[in-house]
């Protein structure tokens, strides 16, 4: 028989790899942003007075003091929005698409800079999705443009002026009819898996260095659910709706890891005991 024949079809392996998955993100921001639409607006207008109930949580991102280390100027963040746009109509991409709706579904918790934003990605939602500065200013800007979200600059004496933004009623409407959609199919490619499915035709050592990189990987990120969990999950908060569904992606995410470390740990075991 050739050869082929003896391949599992790779696109039957289904796998939650230490690298966020587009697919895997759009599911996970669809049950995090679903609380979003319902939320009220008491604070719509007031930067930073909410509570920060859940830091690694996206939906409940402080707006960060106005003289805060590392603050943008209105001049830093025009200069931002002057990048080469990675918009969703630039090149199809469906990351960018749904970086698109991920910004929307931020702003629709609560008014945030640029540079809120981006400390959003950077200390929360990183192991969902990431976005660099250029991504989140020119993806505003197109946001802007197409009258989803306003922007007010805020002058501040003796500090830099910091530009808020906030969704606009059209802006809340494209975020609903997105939480409404069905989530595609969830297809993805995997590097990990894609390496691994091949390591029998190199040695048990180097799929054993594999495999033990991956463990080291998975137990980094259960622990940020664990703190996730022990720091924020009982935290009184003045939004319990959303504060649940962001737990339930958490929960969602350490059934997730744990299934992977299992496996990997069974593997590694098994490795040993061969070499």
């Known amino acids: 028989t050739s050869g082929v024949s003896h391949l599992i079809p790779m696109a039957a392996l289904i ?3 230490n690298t966020p998955r587009p697919s895997d ?3 996970t921001y669809r049950v995090l942003q679903c ?28 707006v960060q003091p106005s003289g805060a280390r590392g603050e943008r100027s209105a001049a ?12 969703p109509e630039s090149g199809g991409a469906q990351g960018r698409n749904t970086l698109r709706f991920i910004i929307l579904g931020l702003l ?9 934003i981006k400390r959003a990605f950077d200390r929360s939602l990183a192991t969902y999705w990431n976005a660099g500065n250029s ?3 020119t993806t505003l800007k197109l946001l802007s443009a197409r009258g989803l979200v306003m922007s007010e600059l805020i002058s501040q004496e003796g500090r830099p002026s910091r530009r808020v933004y906030r969704l606009t009623e059209r802006g809340h409407a494209e975020l609903a009819a997105w939480l409404d959609e069905p989530v595609p199919a969830r297809f993805t490619k995997d590097e990990f898996l894609t390496r691994l499915f091949f390591c029998g035709l190199t040695s048990d050592e180097a799929a054993l260095r594999h495999l033990e990189e991956h463990r080291a990987a998975l137990q980094a990120q259960l622990g940020e659910m664990d703190r996730a969990l022990r720091e924020y999950g009982a935290r009184p908060t003045r ?21 992977d470390l299992d496996v990997t740990e069974r593997a590694i075991v098994r490795l040993h005991e061969r070499l």
């Open 108 to 116: 629709g918790a609560r008014p945030m800079t640029g540079y809120d």
């Open 25 to 27: 993100r759009r599911q």
């Open 15 to 17: 796998k939650t790899s």
């Open 135 to 137: 991504q989140i200013y």
């Open 35 to 62: 609380a979003s639409v319902y939320t009220t607006r008491d604070n719509a207008g007031k930067p930073g007075g909410g509570t920060q109930h859940m830091a690694h949580m996206a939906a409940e991102q402080s």
């Open 239 to 259: 939004r319990p709706r959303l504060l649940e569904y962001q737990m339930l992606v958490r929960d969602y995410k350490q059934a997730i890891l744990q299934t």
């Open 76 to 87: 830093g963040e025009a200069g931002e929005a002057s990048a080469t746009p990675e918009t």
